[in-house]
């Protein structure tokens, strides 16, 4: 499967975004689809996780309570939507691909998407 991360940009602090991750492939529904972040100078950090169906969700907890990720099967993507956000939240953010189930190490990920830039202003 090929991921594509899209959606991010600029915006100030309280503002909200939402992220967009678009895969081919008709095995899209086969995967556990996970969004990850990297800030310069940082470790790539788990986000949040969606498990095939949609059914099972886990978020990290920085993202508890201000992130959202859902999927729609039928138009093969996943989303992230991000309120609240904090000048912290600025990163580089990837979606991945897994068959193992909701995980949230990163090496656990098989396929991942080019990352879309997201910078909150204070």
């Known amino acids: 499967v090929q991921l594509q991360a899209y959606g991010g940009g600029l915006v100030q602090a309280g503002g909200s975004l939402r992220l967009s991750c678009a895969a081919s492939g008709r095995t899209f529904s086969s995967y556990a689809i996970g969004w990850f972040r990297q800030a310069p100078g940082k470790e790539r950090e788990f986000v949040a996780t969606?498990?095939?169906?949609?059914?099972?969700?886990v978020y990290a907890d920085s993202a508890k309570g201000r992130f959202t990720i859902s999927r729609d099967n039928a138009k093969n993507t996943v989303y992230l939507q991000m309120d609240s956000l904090e000048p912290e939240d600025t990163a580089v953010y990837y979606c991945?691909?897994?068959?193992?189930?909701?995980?949230?190490?990163?090496?656990?990920?098989?396929?991942w998407g080019r990352g879309t830039q997201v910078t909150v202003s204070s």
């Open positions: 991945a691909g897994t068959q193992r189930g909701v995980v949230q190490i990163t090496t656990a990920y098989t396929y």
């Open positions: 969606v498990s095939r169906s949609g059914s099972t969700i």
